[in-house]
């Protein structure tokens, strides 16, 4: 990076200060250079224009990001990515916990609403329950961590669901009723196909999902989806009380706020906050 400061320092243009940037300066306009770059500027002229630099100087900051390999250039294509973020980004996202870096979010979430949070992500026909927080009013829930329960039972599993196509549904949807059929209470809700899939069509258009004692008798939850920088659905989080205490009035006045907690967590896996809240139902 010391070739980038170098040659960045070396020239100025109108409008700058007449002194040689400081490194900072320096480290700021080639992080610049990226994000126009990210933006969709191929040429000079473009990255120039976006930054407000001369043409020389955003030369020179290109050239050493293409040395850098931070940006590539093609007499084609022009200036794009390089495949040194590429290789950044997957170091980051090895490096980041999801249990860590939802876990303040998974707080406020119990703080706010004084319910029982979970976090959770598929595995296989799964949901695989990686934090809890129980609530404040003395019940408890026979979820914990590390438990496993069929995908289509649980609010945290359709949520993870919303992504998936109709085929995807219909196949843990059977899995889900041969489950239900070997409960050992044999309590779950008996619901049809069609009217499961109907209730995924109303889920995927708001952005959230709801557990209707589909899992445990008189457990009630409200669940959204985690995206990563992808955009993909990676995990979820739900907000579960009992039925006296989650009716559907509260029920529908919790979906904005799980899913701005679940939209807080998708920020730090590197996922676009707009797309996130177009996806989310624009809440």
């Given at each position: 990076?010391?070739?980038l400061?170098?040659?960045?320092?070396?020239?100025?243009?109108?409008?700058?200060?007449?002194?040689?940037?400081?490194?900072?300066?320096t480290?700021?306009?080639g992080?610049?250079?990226?994000?126009?770059?990210?933006?969709?500027?191929r040429?000079?002229?473009?990255?120039?224009?976006?930054?407000?630099t001369?043409?020389?100087?955003?030369?020179?900051?290109?050239?050493?990001?293409?040395?850098?390999?931070?940006?590539?250039?093609?007499?084609?294509?022009?200036?794009?990515?390089?495949?040194?973020?590429?290789?950044?980004?997957?170091?980051?996202?090895?490096?980041?916990s999801?249990?860590?870096?939802?876990?303040?979010y998974l707080?406020r979430?119990?703080?706010?609403?004084g319910?029982?949070?979970?976090?959770?992500?598929?595995?296989?026909?799964?949901?695989?329950y990686?934090d809890?927080?129980?609530?404040?009013?003395?019940?408890?829930?026979?979820?914990?961590?590390?438990?496993r329960?069929?995908?289509?039972?649980?609010?945290?599993?359709?949520?993870?669901?919303?992504?998936?196509?109709?085929?995807?549904?219909?196949?843990?949807?059977?899995?889900?009723s041969?489950?239900?059929?070997?409960?050992?209470?044999?309590?779950?809700?008996?619901?049809?196909?069609?009217?499961?899939?109907?209730?995924?069509?109303?889920?995927?258009?708001?952005?959230?999902?709801?557990?209707?004692e589909?899992?445990?008798?008189?457990?009630?939850?409200?669940?959204?989806?985690?995206?990563?920088?992808?955009?993909?659905?990676?995990?979820?989080?739900?907000?579960s009380?009992?039925?006296?205490?989650?009716?559907?009035?509260?029920?529908?006045?919790?979906?904005?706020?799980?899913?701005?907690?679940?939209?807080g967590?998708?920020?730090?896996?590197?996922?676009?906050?707009?797309?996130?809240?177009e996806?989310?139902?624009?809440?």
């Amino acid at each position: 990076m010391r070739k980038l400061q170098d040659s960045a320092e070396s020239h100025g243009h109108v409008g700058e200060q007449a002194a040689a940037p400081t490194g900072t300066q320096t480290l700021t306009r080639g992080l610049a250079v990226l994000q126009a770059v990210a933006g969709g500027a191929r040429d000079l002229k473009q990255i120039a224009q976006m930054l407000g630099t001369t043409r020389s100087t955003t030369h020179r900051l290109a050239n050493c990001l293409v040395q850098e390999r931070y940006l590539r250039f093609t007499p084609n294509a022009g200036y794009v990515l390089g495949p040194k973020l590429i290789e950044l980004g997957f170091q980051a996202r090895e490096e980041v916990s999801l249990s860590i870096v939802a876990r303040s979010y998974l707080e406020r979430l119990a703080e706010q609403s004084g319910d029982t949070i979970h976090l959770a992500l598929q595995d296989g026909d799964d949901v695989l329950y990686l934090d809890k927080i129980p609530g404040k009013k003395g019940l408890e829930m026979r979820s914990r961590v590390g438990h496993r329960m069929p995908i289509a039972t649980t609010g945290v599993g359709k949520a993870l669901m919303l992504g998936m196509d109709e085929e995807e549904w219909k196949s843990l949807y059977q899995k889900r009723s041969t489950a239900a059929a070997n409960h050992a209470a044999g309590l779950l809700p008996k619901r049809s196909w069609t009217e499961f899939r109907d209730q995924m069509r109303e889920y995927v258009k708001g952005g959230y999902a709801f557990d209707l004692e589909d899992n445990e008798p008189s457990i009630r939850c409200v669940a959204a989806p985690i995206y990563d920088a992808t955009h993909a659905i990676v995990a979820a989080i739900s907000v579960s009380s009992t039925l006296p205490y989650m009716p559907l009035e509260r029920m529908q006045s919790l979906i904005a706020v799980v899913q701005a907690a679940a939209a807080g967590i998708s920020s730090e896996l590197g996922a676009n906050q707009e797309a996130s809240q177009e996806a989310s139902g624009g809440s």
